[in-house]
């Protein structure tokens, strides 16, 4: 086996080289073998500076993620952490200049190297970042004490409470990378090294902090800011809190603060849910039958059939990603509509300082509008994105079967119809898979890839590739009704009105979910994305003798929907909006329609908790995730976690809807299933899949 970290002289210099491939994770042997090396250096009378780099495409990229689900008492966090805060003094005590050169990413415990190096310097594409937030712990390695010592507070409270990755110009300006190299990078370290008189320890900084009433005002504002970013998340206070003990009581009791606060995190069921999502964020694109070289079609051209909100918000995405795209319309006024709503969306992020104006004008040119089907014998792909009708589908999809060439993708953009009935009417099945976009489709980040009964395999692994390539998460999914994300969301919103009918307030409802951390009610979030669209849903599948959830339906919705209140773009909804604001106002007519509703199928309503509506709706969901993972519509508990997380806003650090049900217990999830069946009725049927794990002592995620 390889070393994982090598010795070597160049030049005068010491350079030891960290090569634990894929991204030079700190993994056991790793931190010991650079400390021990850098010993070497300073011992070695050949060198006078020291270089520590990463072999392959990254600096380290942090510590080794899976190392954390074994730390399992707080001792034992403890001592890890004191033994990774030694080694780190030791390294920084070197006596010969010691200089980081970052390419890639230095992330996390990598960044925490690197500040304990004298001098950081990086590739201008380098990017650094302390993103342990991301996986519900702080920077462990004393990122709290040295960061704010070399960055300043306000930076290191941004990227320690954030976790975002800051690109190396940034991290120039701001001292943490001293010189940005251009050409090769190991050479410009060398001599920026050799050039160095002394040495330099972070830990001794204080310029930086001096002022420690502002400072400590900034952690203040910190705080008071994730109370509205951070809702229900413990470890970006925890980030703030270890930052603070160290500019009030000085790096050696900050440090020891840091691994007192890193041990409570490490153990939580946040950061256990945030690793388990993170690793499920990366399995989602393994497909268990599609290999991974599997060859797949190069995507250098595209077309999107119906230029709508979706059909344009996905032209959008082809675009960005620098792949022309013909966009299709019946009509010339649709078509006008469509492309001043792209280019109204495009002049927004000029606006915004998001784009330049070449970029502008370069984006919108790949956006070529038609009225025909001229040009589509040449693309690589089409995306259908017209009216969710399926007569219209089916008859464009002959359409594409015909003109374009063989060996051309077809894609559906539909949401809830069925995508095998598209791939017959196309005459070629092997090539059509569903594309299913969130709406706005330019926004949001994630895309079902719906596999129909006879997409190949290629045509699979084109699409997951595709969504990489268009900077969305794509999870395949089985072609059910409504896929796996409206499938399950149909059972959320049932609970929803039923628990209104019961005697909940839309409101209240609202609250219960915005607290538990969801970004948005679902009262308000339908108010946001129209009441009308769900109404016209139902409607088309009561006409073909179909409910979109189990159990009773209540009539509220479409109540409002005859009513003509379709939520905040007309004006009322679930609440009600004065003109020009977005803000939701109760409206008591809400209340009077739920008694009715109620009073006409005899539910004496009553108080509720809001704990019982968290457990109604996440039972709801996990018993309906359940079903869809048995029945094969999703291949892990993971996918539909990443869906909900990615689709919907689940917050990340509940880990998704099948974790949360791990952690609630499946036995008191079922136990629950049970207590509702009894008391509500039949629609309540516990998943056969929940019964086996929750009465062999068994959960969603290693099952
Ligand atoms: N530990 C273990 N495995 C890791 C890892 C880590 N820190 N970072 C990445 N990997 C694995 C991934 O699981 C993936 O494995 P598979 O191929 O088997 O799926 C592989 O490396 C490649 O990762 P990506 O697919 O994510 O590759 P990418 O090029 O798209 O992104 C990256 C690279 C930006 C480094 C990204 O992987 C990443 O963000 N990693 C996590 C970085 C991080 O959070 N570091 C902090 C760790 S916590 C810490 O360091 C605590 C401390 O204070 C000591």
Redesign the pocket.
Known sequence: MPDLVRYELRDRAAVITVDNP??N???PGVPDAIEAAVARAAQDTAARAVVLIGAG??FI????????ETIATPEASLER?RA?HARLRNIEDCSKPLVAAIH??A??????FAMACHYRVAVSTA?V????V??G???????TQRLPRIAGAELAIEMCTL?Q?VPAARAAAAGIVDQIIEGDLLAGAIAFALEQGGIRKSRDQNVKIADSAAAIAACAQARHNLKRTARGAHAPYAAVDAIQAGIELGFDAGSDREIEI?AGCVLSTESRAMVKL??A???V??IPDVPKDMPTLEIRSAAVVGAGTMGGGIAMNYANAGIPVLLKEVTQEALDRGLATIRRNYESSLAKGKITREQFDRTLALIQPTLTYDGFDQVDIVTEAVFENMDLKKSTFADLGRVTKPECILATNTSTLDVDEFARASGRPGKVIGTHYFSPANVMKLVEIVRGRESARQTIATGMKLAKKLNKVGVLVGNCFGFVANRMIAYYMREAYLLLEEGASVSHIDHALVEFGMPVGPFAMQDIAGIDVGARIRQYLRSIGKHRAEGPQSPVPDWLFHMGRYGQKTGSGWYRYEPGSRMPIPDPLIDELAEKAAAERGIERRAISEDEIIARIMTALANEGANILEEGYAARPGDIDVIYVYGFGFPRHRGGPMYYADTVGLPTVLDRVRRYRDQLGDHWNPAPLLEHLASSGRAFYGA
């Open positions: 894929p991204v994770a700190l993994s495409s990254t990229a942090g510590a080794d993620i899976r190392y954390f952490s990774i890639g990413t992330l996390g415990g990598g960044l925490e990017k970042g302390q993103p342990e991301l996986l712990i702080i920077p462990g390695a004393g990122g976790g990755h890193f993170f690793f964020e990366r399995e694109a393994k």
